[in-house]
């Protein structure tokens, strides 16, 4: 009875006063869009609740119509999560002018990237490059205000968007089994943030673009015939200053060859062909180099942290732009994976998982000049706690130069001239060696021929210095594992990290290894053939992870090892009954050249299309209009690693079926090594 003359007192009240004022419009919940990827629409402006009309091309611009039937199609390409290029049904960019308008661009530039947000069934468009908002500005598509809205409507008749297929098809089998287990092949050794190593300039191209393939892959004026980057890769390459096109998108006659190191191999479609072909686990490895940053004539920081930090950032942003191209936040097949627990749950739902590691010389700043170390394990501590920050799971203690915490492993030839050269800028000294029996580091020239030739190549060295001759035969660096190096591994073990051994001097990695036996640590590693056997053993025997240098399947004539011989060698060591699953490590992108095509390839080729290691379908990938064939380009770009595996597999005969045991094993293997090294880092 109280509620109802409460109901009857407020119904009164009402009525003499007239009613309750009604309650003010909630504003417009604007949240990024990030699900209009592929979509073809028509776009109808509004400034507030009244329509501008439908969007149509003009001369120079766009304009407006009153029907949809007169409007002009736009496709929708994302550049980042919630950002897009527009496209015209002549496929021109729209783009933000300067004078307000918005004109029909030739080409993607940052005037022509659009951060796009949604309520309430209408968008809004805005430069990213200048914030202005898309609307109408003196009767023609321009610069808004902050009422100008749009409406999108389905359309037909849109440009298609400049991309590069897979040319895989059909159902892949599961990336996990009924325990839970990992099913298919790891690349444990690959830099595809390398656009953004050794100061950004030495690289030419991306692993992704906002703009895509036509901006990603574009050439390089430095790198064309005579510029600073083409007589670098003629140093390092053996490549050809002199004819150096340097086209690549569309037609990619110059780029990508399975020798050139200075160009993008890793386009981001070549590595969703290898993840449909039965990839489930990337290992990205943040590279850097001061000395190497130095040699170019534009970059950033040479400071090699600085190097990883922006590498880090890529690598997310790479991500984020995955997505972006997949549909929205999670949506994309390429996922960063933190903890071995990370790894099985992004496998398990099929996609990609993407392991960080770190591959530099002077990591945490640790150098040594003329022996005395230039950090402290305070900044050790700090450098760690930096990593983990990072999700980085480990990384080389050592690798091109002698550091703080022990001696390298030497190149050979003129390679190795000339990083010894880079060993003598860092540290004040050249690689000191003396003779040794058993394991050993690659040997050097007697009488110094290969830095006679580096020399003669234009390769500077400081003043005063004085080349260095070197016991023929057998040699070791003299350097083993340094004090602060011990520290580091202990450290490194403490915290379940993984360490990699390849590239460490026999004495040094032989240190690291008393360690790991002594700790029963499992958490070591060596992942592209850089070790000395003996090493690869130890590594074997206290559970760690093996991969190989993807070196062709048979001989390709270049002199290296192949992959199916490296792998048969593994596997008859003392310890190569441990392997219970088998690795590649690709060095995509990391001034190492990719497997030519095989030696006899023309009378037993792989034949196209193929069945791949995890049952869908492969056909040649296309790039513009070139067509790669593995037959003929060897692994000219990352996407023909799906080729690559199949035709190893074919070429392993009476060993194909415990070699694709050992690769389809091989992810599984890896993370499983990882868990049991945390697992021991804890205890």
Not at 28 to 53: H, I, K, Y
Not at 74 to 83: I, S
Not at 100 to 117: C, E, I, K, P
Request: proline share 5%.
């Amino acid at each position: 009875m109280t509620r109802l003359r409460g109901l009857a007192a407020a119904l009164l009240v009402s009525g003499i006063v007239g009613g309750l004022p009604a309650p003010a419009a909630a504003a417009p919940a604007w949240t990024p869009a990030d699900d209009l990827e592929g979509t073809c629409a028509t776009l109808q402006v509004f400034d507030g609740s009244t329509s501008r009309g439908y969007v149509r091309r003009t001369s120079v611009g766009y304009g407006f119509t009153g029907t949809a039937a007169g409007a002009e199609p736009f496709r929708f390409e994302a550049t980042q999560l919630g950002r897009y290029l527009l496209r015209d049904a002549a496929g021109r960019p729209p783009y933000q002018s300067m004078l307000g308008w918005v004109w029909a661009g030739d080409s993607y530039g940052d005037r022509a990237d659009w951060t796009v947000s949604a309520a309430d069934g209408r968008y809004r468009l805005v430069s990213t490059a200048t914030g202005q908002q898309m609307g109408s500005y003196l009767g023609g598509l321009g610069a808004g205000n902050a009422d100008s809205t749009v409406a999108l409507a389905p359309a037909n008749g849109c440009a298609t968007i400049p991309d590069i297929a897979t040319g895989v098809s059909g159902t892949p089998a599961p990336g996990v089994d009924s325990h839970g287990r990992l099913v298919g092949w790891i690349d444990a050794h690959a830099h595809i943030t390398a656009a953004e190593a050794f100061g950004g300039s030495l690289h030419c191209g991306d692993a992704y673009a906002p703009g895509g393939a036509p901006v990603a892959l574009q050439p390089c004026p430095s790198h064309m015939t005579l510029g600073w980057g083409a007589l670098l890769e003629a140093i390092i390459a053996g490549t050809d200053p002199i004819d150096s096109a340097e086209d690549g998108w569309p037609t990619f006659n110059d780029w990508p060859q399975y020798d050139t190191m200075l160009h993008e191999a890793s386009y981001f479609r070549s590595l969703e062909r290898a993840w449909q072909s039965g990839q489930r686990v990337l290992n990205v490895l943040l590279v850097a180099n001061r000395v190497i940053c130095g040699l170019t004539l534009q970059h950033t920081s040479c400071d090699e942290m600085d190097q990883i930090r922006a590498q880090a950032t890529y690598l997310r942003r790479m991500q984020d732009y995955v997505d972006a191209r997949s549909g929205g936040p999670g949506r994309g097949w390429f996922r960063l994976a933190t903890t071995p627990a990370e790894v099985r749950r992004i496998a398990a739902q099929g996609k990609l998982a993407v392991t960080i590691g770190v591959e530099n010389s002077e990591i945490f700043g640790c150098r040594e000049i003329s022996d005395v170390p230039q950090c402290t394990r305070a900044q050790i501590d700090a450098g760690l706690d930096e990593l983990a920050g990072m999700g980085v799971s480990g990384f080389y203690p050592v690798h091109k130069f002698d550091n703080a915490f022990g001696g390298t492993r030497f190149d050979g030839g003129v390679t190795g001239a000339a990083i010894n050269v880079g060993n003598l800028i860092s540290t004040g000294h050249w690689w000191q060696a003396t003779s040794c029996a058993g394991p050993s580091d690659n040997e050097q020239p007697l009488v110094s021929d290969d830095l006679a030739r580096l020399l003669q190549l234009g390769v500077g060295l400081p003043a005063g210095a004085i080349l260095p001759v070197y016991p023929s035969g057998k040699i070791c660096n003299v350097r083993g594992l340094t004090d602060l190096g011990r520290y580091l591994i202990e450290q490194m073990m403490a915290r379940g990290m993984i360490i990699h051994i390849d590239h460490m001097g026999v004495k040094t990695a032989s240190d690291v290894l008393d360690m790991a036996e002594r700790a029963g640590y499992p958490g070591v590693a060596s992942v592209h053939s850089w070790a000395d056997p003996s090493m690869v053993n130890r590594t074997l025997g206290v559970g760690g992870f093996v991969a190989g240098y993807a070196f062709s399947a048979r001989d390709d004539g270049q002199g290296t090892p192949t992959f199916l011989d490296q792998w048969r060698a593994n596997r008859s060591l003392a310890n190569g009954s441990r392997i219970t699953g088998y690795g590649v490590g690709t060095d995509v992108n990391g001034l190492g050249t990719q497997a030519a095509p095989r030696l006899d390839a023309g009378s037993s080729p792989l034949t196209y299309p193929f069945t791949a290691i995890n049952g869908t379908q492969v056909a040649r990938q296309v790039y513009g209009s070139r067509t790669f064939d593995l037959n003929t380009d060897g692994v000219a770009q990352y996407g023909l690693y799906a080729d690559w595996m199949a035709d190893l597999i074919n070429q392993a005969g009476p060993d194909a079926t415990p070699l694709r045991r050992d690769l389809l094993n091989g992810a599984e293997a890896y993370t499983e090594m990882w868990e049991q090294a945390r697992i021991s880092g804890r205890g």
